[in-house]
């Protein structure tokens, strides 16, 4: 049956991927977004579908549209960005979750949160099952994303219990692919553009921190999944590929895939930068049936073709 579905922050990285898989799966899709970090070109190959439908409003605000969905992602995710205006991203994480919820409240709609790895903060647990409560600095400069995304599983589950809402929170780990933001600031799209550019890659640290990299279609499935999985499912899930990697291990698998001359140079290591993240995801292989196919040499070539394409085309970013 086709559902009308909302996705908030539908022109970013993620949100275009879902709006273009739900298209194709013959629902109805409304994408919501203020263009912080979105772009209209993530969106240029659905504009013509008499399905989809683009409306520019920022989430912080109250929203009264009809929908059966809603697939809340409005959310800058890069810390370059988050840190821009922190009162902003506390903002959107926590008056976007309220909106958000409030809508599906009056349309009785199931409602899905993108929540995130940063809410285990600098864990020491590792890898990170659903049930570890995390390590949050709650005052430093990633507080932002970190306690507002938490506080945002605290109003789901909240309403959840109070209001009977049907919700599903997923907590994703690093994923990457095309249509991440040449000038995003995470480290694939960084490394990508500078081997290709020939430039220095620039390793923040030593170095030997981690982290574990998911190709967005994985992802994408594991989101389709949760929200059709049982309402007894409400999460929170993680969704992530828990193959680990040095940062010095991902320059040097970017730098042979692109034939770069680029050279390794070090930069400060940003504050409270995690030092290992790697996704437990027990329960998403026992009740979604899900886990990531895509390997991390298989997505960066992918992802390495669409940022060769963006730039030898010269195209304005
Ligand atoms: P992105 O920056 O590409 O997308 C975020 C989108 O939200 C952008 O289109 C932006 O313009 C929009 N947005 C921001 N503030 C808004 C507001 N107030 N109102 C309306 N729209 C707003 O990032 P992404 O990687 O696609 O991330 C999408 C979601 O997934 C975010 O909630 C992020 O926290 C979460 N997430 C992503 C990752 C990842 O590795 N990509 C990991 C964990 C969590
Ligand atoms: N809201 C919205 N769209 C709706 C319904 C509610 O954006 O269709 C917003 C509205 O701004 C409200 C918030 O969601 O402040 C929370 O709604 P809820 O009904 O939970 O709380 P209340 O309106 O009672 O404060
Ligand atoms: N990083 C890096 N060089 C860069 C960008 C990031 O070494 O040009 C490091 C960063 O310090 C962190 C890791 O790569 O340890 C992942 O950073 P990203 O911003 O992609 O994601 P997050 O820290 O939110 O997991």
Wanted: charged letters at 25%; one cysteine or more.
């Amino acid at each position: 049956m086709p559902k009308r579905i909302l996705v908030t922050g539908g022109a970013g990285f993620l949100g275009s991927h879902l709006c273009e898989r739900l298209l194709n799966d013959g629902h109805d899709v409304l994408c919501v977004d203020n263009y912080f970090t979105g772009t209209k070109r993530n969106l240029v190959p659905l504009l013509d579908h008499p399905h989809f439908e683009v409306m520019r409003h920022d989430v912080t605000f109250s929203l009264y549209v009809e929908v059966d969905e809603i697939y809340n992602l409005a959310c800058p995710a890069s810390p370059i960005h988050y840190q821009h205006d922190p009162v902003q991203t506390t903002k959107t994480s926590v008056h976007g979750a309220i909106n958000m919820l409030g809508l599906a409240k009056r349309t009785r709609a199931k409602i899905f949160q993108s929540s995130t790895s940063e809410v285990y903060g600098d864990p020491d647990i590792h890898p990170q099952p659903e049930s570890y409560r995390g390590n949050v600095n709650p005052i430093g400069p990633r507080a932002c994303y970190d306690e507002g995304k938490r506080c945002a599983e605290t109003l789901f589950f909240d309403y959840h219990r109070q209001h009977k809402l049907r919700i599903r929170v997923a907590r994703i780990f690093n994923t990457y692919g095309p249509r991440m933001h040449p000038n995003d600031g995470r480290v694939v799209s960084n490394f990508i553009v500078q081997a290709l550019k020939n430039q220095p890659i620039t390793i923040y640290g030593d170095g030997k921190q981690t982290r574990s990299f998911c190709y967005v279609d994985d992802l994408i499935e594991g989101f389709v999944r949760l929200m059709d999985a049982p309402d007894s499912v409400t999460g929170p899930i993680n969704l992530g590929n828990p193959g680990e990697f040095t940062i010095r291990e991902l320059a040097e698998k970017v730098i042979k895939l692109t034939n770069s001359k680029s050279k390794l140079i070090k930069k400060p290591l940003p504050v409270d930068d995690p030092l290992q993240r790697q996704p437990d995801i027990r329960l998403a292989k026992k009740v979604l049936k899900w886990q990531p196919k895509v390997k991390l040499d298989e997505g960066l070539g992918k992802t390495i073709a669409y940022f060769d394409h963006l730039l030898s085309a010269g195209v304005p970013y």
